[in-house]
């Protein structure tokens, strides 16, 4: 299963998920919103909040909540 983070690099919250994801030892892809645009992102989370968790076709938005998921 692949899983691919959405966020942005100055992004505090996106931040805490990928430290979680680091001390868990869990690959995971990583896509910054600014290169795909927020148009493009707007599909993947329609409230535009960062950061998304991608879990095969599953979305996971908010950090709170992709941090109790892990």
Do not use: C, F, H
């Not at 409230?47 to 892990?70: C, F, H, N, V, W």
């Amino acid at each position: 299963m692949t899983l691919t983070l959405y966020s942005n690099y100055l992004n505090s919250a996106g931040e805490r998920v990928r430290i979680a994801l680091a001390l868990k030892q869990i690959n995971y892809d990583y896509i910054s919103v600014g290169q795909i645009g927020w148009e493009a992102y707007e599909k993947i989370n329609p409230q535009r909040l960062m950061p998304a968790l991608k879990i095969g076709d599953r979305i996971i938005p908010q950090s709170t909540a992709i941090l109790e998921y892990l």
